[in-house]
C-alpha cells in the first residue's frame, strides 16, 4: 500500500532554507589504535541468541481524508403540483386532490407507504437516538473526607468602646465584601462614647474597613440590595430606617420620618422581590411589620400590626423579631415574634382578617432567626431558646424535626445554600454547630469553638463555603468549611426531600391521633362533671340531715339538764331522785324516739 502525505504548506513556513556547497573533506580527530586496549576484548565462544517463533510485526499506520463540514440554508418551496396547477390558487389544488385521490394507484401507494410510515412511527417513538440522557444531572462529587473548617480572616471592631455584631450581610455580586451592623442591645445600658458607626470590610483587608456608614442611631441589622449592589438598608435601634448608596458616601442617603417610624429597635430587614427593586419590610418588637419604597422613605406604604386576633389593636400585637421572605412565593411573607410564634402573612390581602394567614408555636422564647429552606420552601428554620426546630406549611400544630435541648442559649440559624441537608446554628457560649441531618440528626457534624465570648448573628456565602460569625465583642470571624458540607453530595435532594416528607406525614398521624384524644377526653369529662353533681347533691343531703340531727339532739339535751338543775335546787337535802322526775325523764326519752322516727321517715 502506497502511503502519500501531501504538505499544503509553502516552503517559507518550514523554516530558514539551508544552503549546501561542495568543499575539500577535513580531518578533525585522528585516533590512532591502541594495542592495550584491544588486550582487554575477549573473545566469546559460543554465543547463545534467542529466537522467537512467532510472526514478526511491525507498527502499520495510514492517512486519511478530513471530512469537512460547512452549514448552508436551505430553501423550501411547495413541489409535486403539475405544470398547469397553481399551488397558491386554493380552488386549483382542491380539484386536482379530489382527481389523485380517485386514482386506483394512488390507493395502493398510499397503503404500502402507511405501513412503513407507521413502523418508522414506532421506532422514533420507542427510542430517540439524539436524547441525551445524563444532560440535566449535575456533576456530583462524593466526598468522604470529616467535615472540618477553618478560620480564614478575622475583623475586628476599630473603636475602643466595644459593640456587639448584632447583623452581617454578604455583597450580592462575587461576595467579596461583607457588610456589619454593630450595636449595643442592652436595654438604656449603652456605655458612655459608643460609637454609632457600622462598617463594610473587604475580605482581603482586615486591618481596615472599606467604607465606614454613619447612622444617626446605632444600627441593628443591615442588608444589601441584591438587584443594586450600591444600596443598602439599615434599620436603627430608635425605630427608623436608613439607606444608603455606598457611591455617595458614607452619611444617609435615606432616612425615614420619627413619626411614621417604628417605636421599638427595627430588629428585622429584608428586601422585597420587585420590579423596582427598591421595596423592603422592616419588623420591630412594637408590633407592626412596614412596608417601605426607598424612593419615597417619609412614611412607609402599608403597615401590618401582629394581632394574631386579627383585629389590628397595636396593644395586643406580638413583637416582630425576624423576617422571611421567598422570591419564590411573592405574596407571602413570615414573621418570628418575641413570644415563639412564627406568623405567616399574606402581603396582597385587602382586609385585616386575611393579612394572618396561619400561625406556628412552638418556642419558649423569641424566634431569633427564621429561613426557607432554599430547595424546598415549605420546610423552614426556626432558632428560639435552646433548639432549632424545622417546620412544615403543611403542619401547624407542631415541627417535624427539631434539635435536642442544649446547655447554652441559641441566637442565630442559617441553611446551607448548596445542600438542603445542611444548617448552621450559633450559641452564647461561642460555638458553632453545623448541622447535617442525612448523615447525622441527634448531635451536630461538627461544631466548632470560634470565641470565647457569645455568638450573636451568622451569615452564610451563596457558595456555602464561607461562613460568617459576629461576637458580642463586635469581633467577626469568617471561615471556611470543608467540600463535604459545601458540595451536593449523590442522590441528596431525593433524601431530603423523602425524610420531610416523611417527617410531615408522621407529624400529621400524630396530630389526628391527639385530636381524637382530645376529644374522648372532653366526652368523659363531660359525664363525669353529670355524676359528680349528684353524688354532691346526695352527700349535701345527707349532711343537711345529720346536722338538723344534732341541732335537734342539742336542744333536747340542754332543756333535759336545764330541768333537773331545777329540781336539783327545789330539794337539795335528797339525793336520790324523785319518781315524778324519772317519769318526766322517761316521757322525755319516748318523746325523743318518736321524733327521731319521725326524721328517718322524713330522711327516707
Not at 207 to 227: F, R, W
Not at 384 to 399: K, L, N, Y
Not at 467 to 495: F, Y
Request: charged share 30%.
Amino acid at each position: 500500500m502506497e502511503i502519500v502525505y501531501v504538505y499544503v504548506k509553502k516552503r517559507s513556513e518550514f523554516g530558514k532554507q539551508c544552503s549546501f556547497s561542495d568543499r575539500q573533506a577535513e580531518l578533525n580527530i585522528d585516533i590512532p589504535p591502541n594495542p592495550e586496549l584491544a588486550e582487554q576484548f575477549v573473545e566469546r565462544n559460543p554465543v547463545d541468541t534467542g529466537i522467537q517463533c512467532s510472526v514478526s510485526m511491525s507498527e502499520h499506520e495510514a492517512n486519511t481524508e478530513r471530512f469537512e463540514m460547512e452549514t448552508r440554508g436551505v430553501n423550501h418551496v411547495e413541489g409535486g403540483w403539475p405544470k398547469d396547477v397553481n399551488p397558491q390558487e386554493l380552488e386549483q389544488t382542491i380539484r386536482f386532490r379530489k382527481k389523485v385521490e380517485k386514482d386506483e394507484n394512488y390507493i395502493n401507494a398510499i397503503t404500502q407507504l402507511g405501513s412503513i410510515m407507521e413502523h418508522c412511527i414506532k421506532q422514533n417513538n420507542a427510542i430517540d437516538i439524539y436524547q441525551e440522557y445524563f444532560d440535566d444531572e449535575e456533576a456530583v462529587e462524593v466526598t468522604e473526607e470529616a467535615p472540618s473548617a477553618k478560620t480564614i480572616n478575622v475583623f475586628r471592631d476599630p473603636q475602643e468602646v466595644k459593640r456587639t455584631a448584632t447583623h452581617l450581610s454578604w455583597h450580592p455580586d462575587g461576595n467579596r465584601k461583607l457588610a456589619v451592623a454593630y450595636s449595643c442591645l442592652n436595654f438604656q445600658r449603652a456605655p458612655l462614647g459608643m460609637s454609632h458607626e457600622s462598617y463594610i470590610w473587604d475580605l482581603e483587608n482586615p486591618n481596615k474597613p472599606e467604607i465606614t456608614l454613619k447612622p444617626s442611631s446605632p444600627l441593628v441589622t443591615l442588608e444589601y440590595n441584591p438587584k443594586d449592589a450600591h444600596v443598602l438598608i439599615g434599620g436603627c435601634y430608635n425605630g427608623q430606617i436608613a439607606c444608603w448608596d455606598t457611591r455617595k458616601g458614607s452619611l444617609v442617603a435615606e432616612l425615614s420620618t420619627i413619626e411614621f417610624s417604628h417605636r421599638d429597635p427595627v430588629y428585622g430587614t429584608i428586601w422585597l422581590q420587585s420590579k423596582t427593586g427598591t421595596e423592603c419590610f422592616s419588623a420591630s418588637t412594637d408590633g407592626q411589620v412596614m412596608w417601605w419604597d426607598i424612593r419615597k422613605m417619609s412614611e412607609p406604604t402599608e403597615v401590618v400590626v401582629m394581632d394574631i386576633s386579627r383585629k389590628e389593636q397595636l396593644e395586643n400585637a406580638l413583637g416582630a423579631i425576624s423576617l422571611e421572605f421567598e422570591s419564590t412565593l411573592p405574596t407571602k411573607f413570615m414573621v418570628g415574634t418575641e413570644q415563639g410564634i412564627v406568623i405567616s402573612c399574606n402581603r396582597k390581602a385587602k382586609t385585616p382578617a386575611e393579612k394572618i394567614v396561619c400561625t406556628f408555636g412552638g418556642h419558649h422564647g423569641p424566634i431569633y432567626a427564621l429561613q426557607r429552606n432554599p430547595f424546598y420552601p415549605k420546610n423552614f428554620l426556626t432558632v428560639g431558646d435552646w433548639t432549632a426546630r424545622i417546620w412544615s406549611e403543611d403542619s401547624r400544630e407542631s415541627s417535624i424535626m427539631w434539635t435536642k435541648y442544649h446547655m447554652a442559649y441559641l441566637t442565630d440559624g442559617a441553611w446551607s445554600p448548596t445542600r438542603p441537608a445542611v444548617f448552621f446554628t450559633t450559641k452564647m457560649d461561642g460555638t458553632l454547630d453545623i448541622w447535617d441531618f442525612v448523615f447525622k440528626q441527634c448531635d451536630p457534624a461538627l461544631s466548632l469553638k470560634v470565641c470565647d465570648e457569645a455568638l450573636f448573628c451568622l451569615r452564610v456565602q451563596d457558595s456555602g463555603c464561607l461562613v460568617a460569625c459576629g461576637s458580642q465583642l463586635g469581633t467577626t470571624t469568617l471561615l471556611e468549611v470543608s467540600s463535604g458540607l459545601s458540595t451536593l453530595q449523590r442522590n441528596e435532594k431525593n433524601i431530603a426531600s423523602s425524610i420531610f416528607e416523611r417527617e410531615t406525614r408522621r407529624e400529621k398521624l400524630l396530630e389526628a391521633r391527639h385530636r381524637e384524644m382530645r376529644l374522648k377526653e372532653r366526652g368523659r369529662a363531660e359525664g363525669k362533671d353529670e355524676d359528680q353533681n349528684y353524688d354532691e347533691l346526695a352527700v349535701d343531703l345527707d349532711q343537711l340531715v345529720s346536722k338538723a340531727e344534732e341541732e335537734f339532739f342539742d336542744i333536747v339535751f340542754a332543756e333535759l339538764r336545764k330541768k333537773e338543775a331545777e329540781a336539783m335546787q327545789k330539794k337539795p337535802e335528797t339525793q336520790e331522785k324523785p319518781p315524778a322526775l324519772e317519769s318526766e325523764e322517761d316521757m322525755l326519752g319516748e318523746e325523743v324516739e318518736e321524733e327521731e322516727g319521725e326524721e328517718e321517715e322524713k330522711s327516707a
